[in-house]
């Protein structure tokens, strides 16, 4: 299966579902900026408290085909295969997004595991084969990738907006190109010993 990396901005999001795999939709469409609502008979603790931080709206009973309406997108995360498969063929219906997290081949996306530093954001995905790989690939780039980079790229956006106010483009500007270059400086500085050897 052929998919389309993309970074998009969250807006309202519907959770069906209440138990661990909902709450982690419901982290990853909080930490992104998104609004989220969940409709589930039964809620666990971490979406409860996510609620009490006011970070969640939760429904408490079953899902109705009216859940879907007004949501930008649409994540079923329920233990029962049919509610999933009933979500998944209302939001098509309606031509909402939707990701079935027991089942690839319902998904119109995939949520990838992520390395942010700052304003950087690595993604890593497997299209849904093995969401465990992927995991174990982040915990790898987590590892190598310093924290350090969050400042570096946030200096180099203030110097390219900088740039670009002046009606000029980054690419033409020497100190520009010379930040860039010096990311990888940056990103291979755990892997130089002491003494630079």
């Known amino acids: 299966m052929a998919f ?7 807006g309202n999001c ?3 579902g209440g138990g661990i795999v909902a709450a982690r939709k419901v982290g990853d469409i909080v930490s992104s ?13 971490e979406i409860r408290n996510r609620e009490k931080n006011g970070e969640v709206a939760i429904e408490q ?8 309406d007004g949501f ?3 994540f079923a995360a329920t233990d029962d295969k049919r509610v999933d498969e009933r979500v998944a063929s209302l939001c098509r219906e309606k031509r909402v997004l939707v990701n079935v997290a027991s089942n690839p081949e319902l998904c119109d996306f995939f949520v990838p ?3 942010r530093r700052g304003e950087l954001t690595v993604a890593i995905g497997t299209s849904g084969a093995s969401p ?5 690939i982040r915990q790898f780039i987590e590892s190598i990738l310093p924290h350090s980079l969050a400042e570096k790229i946030s200096g180099i956006g203030l110097l390219r907006r900088k740039i670009l106010s ?12 010379r930040e860039v270059e010096s990311i990888l400086d940056v990103c291979f500085q755990k892997t130089k010993s002491p003494d630079g050897e």
Do not use: Q, W
């Open 4 to 10: 389309l990396p993309v970074f998009m901005r969250m």
């Open 14 to 16: 519907l959770v069906v």
């Open 33 to 45: 900026g998104g609004r989220a609502k969940v409709v589930a008979p039964a809620v666990c603790d």
């Open 61 to 68: 009973r079953a899902f109705e085909t009216h859940d879907i």
């Open 72 to 74: 930008d997108i649409v």
């Open 113 to 115: 595991s992520c390395v």
């Open 132 to 136: 465990a790989s992927s995991a174990k």
């Open 166 to 177: 002046c009606g000029k483009n980054p690419s033409d500007s020497e100190e520009y190109r």
